[in-house]
T-cell receptor, first 111, second 114 residues
């Protein structure tokens, strides 16, 4: 959901481990969800998306899970690498086509 | 993926002056563009949504007379920070979307007001 001015939660993992980043969204009518990765000083980059008629979608090393019952989205990164260190945001596309971002999670990968 | 170009990538201006930031969709027509502001270590905060040819819709608490948004064509939106002050220093990011498809982001503009 919309998070204004919140400081980012952090997740620290060891290189090679799997990472799970969670996101709660607010609008039960949202029909499309996206995960973005943002590196320092850059704009967000698309990672993976999922529509509300699905509950799981897999990409290369990433999987997104959607639980509409509890309005929860997660991003799983397999075999996390140092290059995965960044801030990860989920975004929900609301029924008015507004796109809102979650608070974000800072992922740090330890070598 | 589609390309959104934001310019300039950084700008330093004097307090009281105005700064214009451009957001262009290079290979698609953007029916909707979004402007965000991001403070260090914080999330993106939606400032306004603009649809081509119509007035922007501002989020609560965002001064429309201070942050002027123009979306004159399907490939260009501009954000003008008028009478900038040091507290306006931030990272401004635009995103562009064609219809109901996913949005693509510009690389952001670092504004520093001195």
């Amino acid at each position: 959901g919309e998070s204004v001015g919140l400081h980012l939660p952090t997740l620290s993992v060891q290189e090679g481990d799997n990472s799970i980043i969670n996101c709660a969204y607010s609008n039960s009518a949202s029909d499309y969800f996206i995960w973005y990765k943002q590196e320092s000083g850059k704009g967000p980059q698309f990672i993976i998306d999922i529509r509300s008629n699905m509950d799981k979608r897999q990409g290369q090393r990433v999987t997104v899970l959607l639980n509409k019952t509890v309005k929860h989205l997660s991003l799983q990164i397999a075999a996390t690498q140092p290059g995965d260190s960044a801030v990860y945001f989920c975004a929900e596309n609301r029924d008015n086509n507004d796109m809102r971002f979650g608070a974000g999670t800072r992922l740090t990968v330890k070598p | 993926g589609a390309v959104v170009s934001q310019h300039p990538s950084w700008v330093i201006c004097k307090s009281g002056t105005s700064v214009k930031i451009e957001c262009r969709s290079l290979d698609f027509q953007a029916t909707t563009m979004f402007w965000y502001r991001q403070f260090p270590k914080q999330s993106l905060m939606l400032m306004a949504t603009s649809n081509e040819g119509s007035k922007a819709t501002y989020e609560q608490g965002v001064e429309k007379d201070k942050f002027l948004i123009n979306h004159a064509s399907l490939t260009l939106s501009t954000l003008t920070v008028t009478s900038a002050h040091p507290e306006d220093s931030s990272f401004y990011i635009c995103s562009a979307r064609a219809g109901a498809k996913r949005a693509f982001f510009g690389q952001g503009t670092r504004l520093t007001v001195v």
